[in-house]
Protein backbone atom coordinates (compact mmCIF):
# COMPACT_ATOMS: atom_id res chain seq x y z
CA UNK A 1 0.00 0.00 0.00
CA UNK A 2 1.18 3.51 -0.95
CA UNK A 3 -0.88 5.36 1.72
CA UNK A 4 -1.37 8.70 0.88
CA UNK A 5 0.22 9.91 -2.37
CA UNK A 6 0.83 13.66 -3.43
CA UNK A 7 1.77 15.62 -6.68
CA UNK A 8 3.63 17.27 -7.30
CA UNK A 9 6.21 17.62 -4.64
CA UNK A 10 7.99 21.28 -5.45
CA UNK A 11 6.40 24.13 -7.60
CA UNK A 12 6.90 27.43 -8.11
CA UNK A 13 4.65 29.56 -9.70
CA UNK A 14 3.92 33.67 -10.24
CA UNK A 15 1.06 35.82 -8.81
CA UNK A 16 -1.65 34.95 -10.66
CA UNK A 17 -1.64 31.59 -11.79
CA UNK A 18 -3.62 28.42 -10.85
CA UNK A 19 -2.76 24.84 -10.05
CA UNK A 20 -4.12 22.03 -8.69
CA UNK A 21 -2.75 19.76 -5.85
CA UNK A 22 -3.73 16.00 -6.30
CA UNK A 23 -3.79 13.47 -3.36
CA UNK A 24 -4.90 10.31 -3.18
CA UNK A 25 -5.19 7.49 -0.57
CA UNK A 26 -5.63 3.53 -0.78
CA UNK A 27 -6.75 2.68 2.47
CA UNK A 28 -10.48 3.02 1.93
CA UNK A 29 -10.89 6.00 4.44
CA UNK A 30 -14.24 8.09 4.46
CA UNK A 31 -12.48 11.34 5.59
CA UNK A 32 -9.55 13.30 3.58
CA UNK A 33 -7.86 17.23 4.79
CA UNK A 34 -5.96 19.70 3.51
CA UNK A 35 -3.51 21.47 5.25
CA UNK A 36 -0.72 23.82 5.29
CA UNK A 37 2.48 24.63 7.43
CA UNK A 38 4.15 27.99 7.67
CA UNK A 39 7.45 28.44 10.01
CA UNK A 40 6.49 28.93 13.61
CA UNK A 41 2.30 28.14 12.82
CA UNK A 42 2.08 24.17 12.56
CA UNK A 43 -0.80 22.86 10.87
CA UNK A 44 -3.32 24.55 9.82
CA UNK A 45 -6.93 22.89 8.09
CA UNK A 46 -8.10 24.12 4.84
CA UNK A 47 -10.59 22.00 3.88
CA UNK A 48 -11.54 18.80 4.43
CA UNK A 49 -14.07 15.96 3.46
CA UNK A 50 -15.82 14.14 5.97
CA UNK A 51 -17.10 11.51 3.33
CA UNK A 52 -17.20 11.38 -0.05
CA UNK A 53 -19.35 13.87 -1.69
CA UNK A 54 -19.08 16.22 1.07
CA UNK A 55 -16.54 19.05 1.85
CA UNK A 56 -16.50 22.00 4.45
CA UNK A 57 -13.92 25.01 5.10
CA UNK A 58 -11.66 24.29 7.82
CA UNK A 59 -9.39 26.90 9.52
CA UNK A 60 -7.91 29.12 6.81
CA UNK A 61 -10.10 28.46 3.23
CA UNK A 62 -9.65 31.53 1.50
CA UNK A 63 -8.08 31.49 -1.79
CA UNK A 64 -8.43 27.42 -1.68
CA UNK A 65 -11.06 25.41 -3.71
CA UNK A 66 -11.72 21.58 -3.08
CA UNK A 67 -12.82 18.68 -5.05
CA UNK A 68 -13.66 15.37 -3.43
CA UNK A 69 -13.53 13.13 -6.92
CA UNK A 70 -14.33 9.60 -5.64
CA UNK A 71 -13.74 8.43 -2.11
CA UNK A 72 -9.79 7.79 -3.15
CA UNK A 73 -8.73 11.36 -4.15
CA UNK A 74 -8.92 15.15 -2.97
CA UNK A 75 -7.91 18.24 -4.58
CA UNK A 76 -6.92 21.33 -3.39
CA UNK A 77 -6.86 23.92 -6.55
CA UNK A 78 -5.48 27.78 -6.01
CA UNK A 79 -7.15 29.99 -8.69
CA UNK A 80 -5.16 33.06 -8.58
CA UNK A 81 -1.80 32.16 -6.67
CA UNK A 82 -0.53 34.34 -4.54
CA UNK A 83 2.79 35.34 -2.49
CA UNK A 84 0.98 34.40 0.85
CA UNK A 85 0.06 31.18 -0.39
CA UNK A 86 3.78 30.06 -0.26
CA UNK A 87 3.74 27.07 2.05
CA UNK A 88 3.93 23.09 2.29
CA UNK A 89 0.79 21.67 2.01
CA UNK A 90 -0.09 18.87 3.66
CA UNK A 91 -3.09 16.16 2.86
CA UNK A 92 -4.33 13.36 5.00
CA UNK A 93 -6.97 10.93 5.39
CA UNK A 94 -8.57 9.02 8.48
CA UNK A 95 -10.95 6.71 9.25
CA UNK A 96 -12.60 5.77 12.88
CA UNK A 97 -10.87 2.53 14.20
CA UNK A 98 -11.92 0.51 17.10
CA UNK A 99 -12.76 2.28 20.33
CA UNK A 100 -13.26 6.10 18.22
CA UNK A 101 -9.97 6.43 17.77
CA UNK A 102 -9.44 8.51 14.69
CA UNK A 103 -5.47 8.83 13.90
CA UNK A 104 -4.54 10.87 10.20
CA UNK A 105 -2.39 9.84 7.89
CA UNK A 106 -0.64 12.09 6.47
CA UNK A 107 1.26 12.43 2.62
CA UNK A 108 5.02 13.74 1.60
CA UNK A 109 3.50 17.24 1.64
CA UNK A 110 4.02 19.29 -1.53
CA UNK A 111 6.38 22.55 -1.16
CA UNK A 112 4.81 25.50 -3.11
CA UNK A 113 6.22 28.89 -4.02
CA UNK A 114 4.97 31.38 -5.20
CA UNK A 115 7.16 34.78 -6.79
CA UNK B 1 -13.17 26.33 19.80
CA UNK B 2 -10.29 24.50 21.08
CA UNK B 3 -6.33 25.71 21.28
CA UNK B 4 -3.32 24.16 21.43
CA UNK B 5 -0.12 25.33 23.49
CA UNK B 6 3.35 24.15 23.45
CA UNK B 7 5.60 26.62 25.06
CA UNK B 8 9.01 25.34 24.02
CA UNK B 9 9.98 26.44 20.58
CA UNK B 10 13.18 24.57 20.61
CA UNK B 11 15.10 21.98 23.42
CA UNK B 12 17.99 20.33 22.78
CA UNK B 13 19.33 16.88 24.29
CA UNK B 14 22.81 14.70 24.62
CA UNK B 15 21.96 11.26 23.25
CA UNK B 16 21.36 8.46 25.94
CA UNK B 17 19.04 10.74 27.97
CA UNK B 18 15.69 11.64 28.87
CA UNK B 19 13.90 14.88 27.45
CA UNK B 20 10.21 16.07 28.20
CA UNK B 21 8.05 17.81 25.74
CA UNK B 22 5.32 20.14 26.73
CA UNK B 23 1.55 20.81 25.66
CA UNK B 24 -1.12 22.28 26.85
CA UNK B 25 -4.83 22.34 25.20
CA UNK B 26 -7.86 24.25 26.18
CA UNK B 27 -11.50 22.81 25.53
CA UNK B 28 -14.80 22.74 26.95
CA UNK B 29 -15.78 18.99 25.66
CA UNK B 30 -15.18 15.71 27.74
CA UNK B 31 -14.65 13.42 24.91
CA UNK B 32 -11.49 14.29 23.19
CA UNK B 33 -8.04 12.55 21.58
CA UNK B 34 -4.88 14.00 22.48
CA UNK B 35 -1.68 13.05 19.52
CA UNK B 36 2.13 13.71 19.22
CA UNK B 37 3.39 13.91 15.60
CA UNK B 38 7.24 13.66 14.61
CA UNK B 39 8.38 15.58 11.97
CA UNK B 40 11.76 14.75 10.72
CA UNK B 41 13.89 16.51 8.55
CA UNK B 42 12.11 14.26 5.62
CA UNK B 43 9.25 16.42 5.99
CA UNK B 44 7.15 13.29 6.61
CA UNK B 45 4.13 13.65 9.81
CA UNK B 46 4.47 10.22 11.83
CA UNK B 47 2.40 9.49 14.40
CA UNK B 48 4.27 8.74 17.92
CA UNK B 49 1.15 8.39 20.41
CA UNK B 50 -1.91 9.31 21.37
CA UNK B 51 -4.37 9.42 24.42
CA UNK B 52 -7.72 8.74 24.58
CA UNK B 53 -8.87 11.46 27.51
CA UNK B 54 -11.56 9.05 29.15
CA UNK B 55 -8.64 6.59 29.97
CA UNK B 56 -6.81 7.24 33.10
CA UNK B 57 -3.34 5.33 32.28
CA UNK B 58 -0.54 7.30 30.30
CA UNK B 59 -0.35 5.93 26.91
CA UNK B 60 3.23 4.53 26.51
CA UNK B 61 4.85 3.51 23.03
CA UNK B 62 8.36 2.05 23.46
CA UNK B 63 11.21 5.04 24.51
CA UNK B 64 7.77 7.47 24.33
CA UNK B 65 5.25 7.85 26.80
CA UNK B 66 2.70 11.02 27.77
CA UNK B 67 1.98 12.38 31.13
CA UNK B 68 -1.87 13.57 30.68
CA UNK B 69 -3.52 15.66 33.42
CA UNK B 70 -6.79 15.96 32.36
CA UNK B 71 -7.72 18.28 35.20
CA UNK B 72 -4.98 20.58 34.47
CA UNK B 73 -5.26 20.29 30.66
CA UNK B 74 -1.32 19.15 30.31
CA UNK B 75 -0.06 16.68 27.94
CA UNK B 76 3.52 15.77 27.83
CA UNK B 77 5.78 13.97 25.37
CA UNK B 78 8.76 11.50 27.29
CA UNK B 79 11.43 10.73 25.46
CA UNK B 80 13.82 8.15 27.38
CA UNK B 81 17.14 6.88 25.60
CA UNK B 82 17.11 9.74 23.37
CA UNK B 83 18.64 9.11 20.08
CA UNK B 84 19.87 10.48 17.05
CA UNK B 85 17.11 9.81 15.17
CA UNK B 86 14.66 10.99 17.44
CA UNK B 87 15.91 15.26 16.07
CA UNK B 88 12.83 16.62 14.43
CA UNK B 89 10.20 18.98 15.27
CA UNK B 90 7.04 17.39 17.30
CA UNK B 91 3.60 18.58 17.58
CA UNK B 92 0.80 18.30 19.98
CA UNK B 93 -2.38 17.65 18.22
CA UNK B 94 -6.46 17.70 19.19
CA UNK B 95 -9.55 16.35 18.21
CA UNK B 96 -12.86 15.70 19.51
CA UNK B 97 -14.56 12.51 19.55
CA UNK B 98 -14.60 9.24 21.35
CA UNK B 99 -16.25 5.54 22.14
CA UNK B 100 -19.35 5.90 20.28
CA UNK B 101 -19.54 9.60 18.76
CA UNK B 102 -20.16 8.82 15.51
CA UNK B 103 -19.11 10.36 12.46
CA UNK B 104 -15.22 9.92 10.91
CA UNK B 105 -14.13 13.68 10.19
CA UNK B 106 -11.60 14.25 13.68
CA UNK B 107 -10.13 17.52 12.52
CA UNK B 108 -6.90 17.87 14.18
CA UNK B 109 -6.24 21.29 15.86
CA UNK B 110 -2.28 21.51 16.05
CA UNK B 111 0.32 23.43 18.56
CA UNK B 112 3.08 25.29 16.93
CA UNK B 113 5.91 22.49 17.09
CA UNK B 114 9.20 22.49 19.48
CA UNK B 115 12.31 21.31 17.51
CA UNK B 116 13.79 19.00 19.31
CA UNK B 117 17.67 18.13 18.91
CA UNK B 118 19.65 15.33 19.85
CA UNK B 119 23.15 15.80 19.95
CA UNK B 120 25.55 13.45 20.27
Known amino acids: NAGVTQTPKFQVLKTGQSMTLQCAQDMNHNSMYWYRQDPGMGLRLIYYSASEGTTDKGEVPNGYNVSRLNKREFSLRLESAAPSQTSVYFC??????????????FGPGTRLTVT | AQTVTQSQPEMSVQEAETVTLSCTYDTSESNYYLFWYKQPPSRQMILVIRQEAYKQQNATENRFSVNFQKAAKSFSLKISDSQLGDTAMYFCAFSLGGPNSGGSNYKLTFGKGTLLTVNP
Open chain 1, 92 to 105: ASSEQGLAGVCEQY
